[in-house]
Structure formats: structure tokens, C-alpha cells
């Protein structure tokens, strides 16, 4: 059951990387089509227009909701590539462990660095 339940979170979240990244498609590689509908603006790579961008809100929210799912659907899909090498149920354990830990700490620091960004007053 626990299988099948985090392998549902592995789909989840590809919709939800599929969503997230056709938003970062659209604002930072479709410029000039989001300005002609007064959504955006033709040199969205500039560093003004990046760190403008990391203080607004939204941005930091989508930012960390991209980092944590796309941690999780990657380090899961490593995860299982790795146990159906026929390895021990210990070794397995502990991949699933290292993997989690990892995850969670890159989680934490990659969140860490959008809420500091966004709390910056400029650079």
C-alpha cells in the first residue's frame, strides 16, 4: 500500500512539474508574446527583472512548490531505479533513507534561499 501510495505522489507531481514549468516557459522564454498580452516583459533573464521577480509573492510560493516537486519526483524515481537492482531490503532501507535525508536538506536550503531573496531590499 505504501508503494502504491508513493508512486500516486510520483504522477502527482509530473502534473504538477508539467503545470509549473509550462508557467516558467511562458513567462521566461515566450516574452515577447506575454508582452503583446500585457503579462510580461521582452528581456525576462535581465538580473533587475530576476530579482524583481524573486521578491513578489507568487513567485517565491511557485519556486518552492517547483523545488519540492520536483525533489521529490526525481529523488523517488532514483530511488526506485535503484531497488529494482535486486538489492537487500536493508540496502533498500537505506537508499530510501539517504534519498528522504537528502531531500529534505536540499528542500530546506533551496527554501531558505527563496524567503531570503525575497525578503532582500536589493542587491
Same mark, same amino acid.
Given at each position: 500500500m505504501r508503494e502504491s501510495r508513493l508512486w500516486f505522489w510520483h504522477i502527482l507531481t509530473a502534473v504538477v512539474i508539467l503545470f509549473l514549468l509550462g508557467l516558467h516557459m511562458g513567462i521566461m522564454h515566450m516574452g515577447t508574446l506575454m508582452e503583446a498580452l500585457g503579462l510580461g516583459s521582452t528581456h525576462p533573464t535581465a538580473s533587475a527583472e530576476?530579482?524583481?521577480?524573486?521578491?513578489?509573492f507568487f513567485f517565491m510560493i511557485t519556486y518552492i512548490a517547483l523545488l @519540492? #516537486?520536483?525533489l521529490f519526483h526525481g529523488l523517488y524515481g532514483f530511488r526506485s531505479i535503484l531497488c529494482e537492482l535486486s538489492l537487500s531490503k536493508t540496502l533498500q532501507k537505506a537508499i530510501g533513507r539517504l534519498c528522504t535525508a537528502a531531500g529534505f536538506?536540499?528542500?530546506l536550503? @533551496? #527554501?531558505?534561499?527563496a524567503v531570503r531573496v525575497f525578503q532582500m531590499k536589493g542587491v
Open positions: 530576476v530579482f524583481e521577480r524573486s521578491r513578489q @519540492g #516537486t520536483a536538506a536540499l528542500f536550503y @533551496g #527554501t531558505y534561499v
